[in-house]
Structure formats: structure tokens, C-alpha cells
């Protein structure tokens, strides 16, 4: 999610191995192009040599959160949000959260921000 303008994107993995989750940056990074700045926890797979390598060779400033204080971090906010929504559009529709996401997502992307 972008920080600045609150632009809600997420992409379903299969795992979340170091090399899984730079796949999925780099398609959002295709799209929106690169950050100056990225905010991940301290889970193995942003902390890894791998993942320090990839922010490095695109000059992106990795900023790592506290595990203490997940509620500072907008992103665990807006997996909270998507969750909610996501639960509710299957329960609706019947189809499972793979195929709702893009669903999902629309809505949180057409709501107005203050």
C-alpha cells in the first residue's frame, strides 16, 4: 500500500519465501513504478540477504517495523480491512478470495481518503 496516497494493491502468493514476495514487488513495481522507501516487519523473508539485495540495487530505503507495535504499521491496518471485506464478498458470492480479491480491492480503492 502506498503510504502517500493510500493506494491499496496485494497480490496472492503461493508461499511467502523471500523470492515469492520480490516476484510480487516487482509486479506492482511494474505498475506504479519504484519506491523511495519501503516499510516491511522483521519477518525472515524482508530481513533475508536476498530481499536486502533486491531494495539495495534499486536504491530503496528498507525501513524495518517493530513486532511490538504492529498497530503503527498502516499495511497490518489494511490487512485487518481487506480481510473484513474479503470475508464478507465470499460469504456473499460464494467464490473463494482469489477470485474476490480484484473485487475487493476496487472497493478499497474507490473510497474517498481524508
Not at 31 to 47: A, C, H, I, V, Y
Not at 53 to 76: C, D, M, W, Y
Request: charged share 25%; net charge neutral.
Amino acid at each position: 500500500m502506498c503510504l502517500s496516497s493510500k493506494y491499496p494493491d496485494a497480490i496472492p502468493l503461493a508461499d511467502v519465501k523471500s523470492m515469492s514476495v520480490i516476484d510480487a514487488l516487482i509486479q506492482v513495481f511494474s505498475r506504479l513504478g519504484f519506491p523511495r522507501e519501503l516499510q516491511m516487519d522483521l519477518g525472515t523473508n524482508f530481513t533475508s540477504e536476498l530481499t536486502e539485495t533486491f531494495v539495495e540495487k534499486f536504491g530503496i530505503k528498507a525501513v524495518h517495523l517493530s513486532v511490538h507495535r504492529p498497530q503503527s504499521n498502516a499495511v497490518e491496518r489494511f490487512h485487518r480491512t481487506i480481510k473484513r471485506l474479503l470475508r464478507v464478498l465470499c460469504y456473499e458470492s460464494g467464490e473463494n478470495w482469489e477470485t474476490t480479491l480484484p473485487f475487493a480491492l476496487l472497493t478499497l480503492r474507490t473510497v474517498t481518503h481524508e
